[in-house]
């Protein structure tokens, strides 16, 4: 059973950074792509960003390019999420989530994905 824990999250002022953690465990096969998505309450969970696991291809959504970066340690099996000049706007909670069983299509929707962490908060003061 594939098991993904995020760790990482807290309190943080507008303008500064967190580091996002989602560790893997469990999997026979490493999975095809991962992603973070967030989800503020009252709102629809939506994509942050994803990678393809293999080639290493990276995808953000427009809100947060230029200032989250996505990455992998294949040798700890863990996911990351760097996370730069924040703003109140990022406040929710991360989520990291994996595609274990096919090719990855749309990598920014959460349908696409089939294993899913607890979720760390992230909150963002003005």
């Known amino acids: 059973q594939v098991q993904l824990v995020e760790s990482g999250g807290g309190s943080v002022q507008a303008g500064g950074s967190l580091r996002l953690s989602c560790a893997a465990s469990?999997?026979?096969?490493?999975?095809?792509?991962m992603g973070w998505f967030r989800q503020a309450p009252g709102k629809e969970r939506e994509g942050v960003a994803a990678i393809y696991t293999g080639g290493g291809s990276t995808y953000y959504a427009d809100s947060v390019k230029g200032r989250f970066t996505i990455s992998q340690d294949n040798a700890k099996n863990t996911l990351y999420l760097q996370m730069n000049s924040l703003k109140p706007e990022d406040t929710a909670m991360y989520y990291c989530?994996?595609?274990?069983?096919?090719?990855?299509?749309?990598?920014?929707?959460?349908?696409?994905?089939?294993?899913w962490g607890q979720g760390t908060q992230v909150t963002v003061s003005s």
């Open positions: 469990g999997y026979t096969y490493k999975p095809y792509c």
């Open positions: 989530a994996a595609v274990t069983t096919r090719f990855c299509g749309a990598v920014l929707e959460p349908y696409e994905y089939n294993y």
